[in-house]
């Protein structure tokens, strides 16, 4: 009488991990490209000291104006002059669908002159902006 092993046999199975590897790698690329692209979109400024928010949660900023120490106004490398900017903040708000999804960070240098920092809240303020905010490096 020939009798069958029931038991199952020491089958290796081989799972190929080349498509995980691939995911990863593009993933990695992915990240550091993005983080070059963010940083691409800020200016080299002497931020105001201050304390600041306490939230944890940080918004990303659908418009970054840097406001250098000479008091040019400077967005994605472009320096623009205020009626240039009132233009770039129509498309932005208009991209974000609405004056209330716009959130722009105004990155002003210490040593501009506050009343260019007025001007060009004023003008932000015309278009209907409400929250604006203003960053400052983590100080006292």
Request: include cysteine; proline fraction near 2%; glycine fraction near 4%.
């Amino acid at each position: 009488m020939n009798f069958r092993n029931t038991r199952q046999s020491n089958r290796s199975v081989n799972i190929d991990m080349t498509p995980m590897i691939d995911i990863v790698f593009q993933l990695l690329i992915f990240f550091l490209v993005t983080a070059q692209m963010a940083q691409a979109t800020r200016e080299t400024l002497d931020l105001p000291k201050e304390k600041g928010e306490e939230t944890e949660d940080r918004e990303q900023a659908g418009l970054t104006i840097n406001l250098l120490a000479d008091g040019s106004v400077v967005v994605n490398d472009e320096t623009l002059s205020l009626e240039a900017l009132d233009r770039l903040v129509d498309q932005a708000i208009t991209r974000a669908g609405g004056v209330d999804a716009l959130k722009p960070l105004v990155r002003a240098d210490r040593k501009c002159d506050a009343v260019r920092l007025n001007e060009v809240f004023n003008h932000l303020s015309s278009r209907g902006l409400t929250a604006i905010r203003l960053a400052t490096e983590r100080g006292r």
